[in-house]
């Protein structure tokens, strides 16, 4: 069993930077690959980033890839997305996920664990 927190997330200005951070507990959330889904007012969720067990490969959304960072310390139980030169179509709340395999994953459905999302709003 996986437990997962994201932090607060935030209010920023278009070029701006958030960085959010997702805690998770139990014994094999670094056997488990880590992935960020985002989920805009009216649209389904969708993929934005995602880390495997170790750190070793990660892979990005499109729409991200250049400005969004994904990285993870097992030693700490967390994983983190570091969102640079924000977008207005940015906003959504933002999701935390762990798979309950140790590859990194791109599908909603290969997630098994998910946090209860936040908030991020980026104005114009």
């Known amino acids: 069993q996986v437990q997962l927190v994201e932090s607060e997330g935030g209010l920023a200005r278009a070029g701006g930077s958030l960085r959010l951070s997702c805690a998770g507990s139990?014994?094999?959330?670094?056997?488990?690959?880590m992935g960020w889904f985002r989920q805009a007012p009216g649209q389904e969720r969708v993929f934005v980033a995602t880390i495997n067990w170790s750190g070793s490969n990660t892979y990005y959304a499109d729409s991200v890839k250049g400005r969004f960072t994904i990285s993870r310390d097992n030693t700490e139980n967390a994983v983190y997305l570091q969102m640079n030169s924000l977008k207005p179509e940015d906003t959504a709340v933002y999701y935390c996920?762990?798979?309950?395999?140790?590859?990194?994953?791109?599908?909603?459905?290969?997630?098994?664990?998910w946090g209860r999302g936040t908030q991020v709003t980026v104005s114009s």
């Open positions: 996920a762990a798979s309950s395999g140790g590859s990194a994953q791109t599908r909603p459905l290969a997630y098994t664990y």
């Open positions: 139990g014994r094999t959330f670094k056997l488990n690959a």
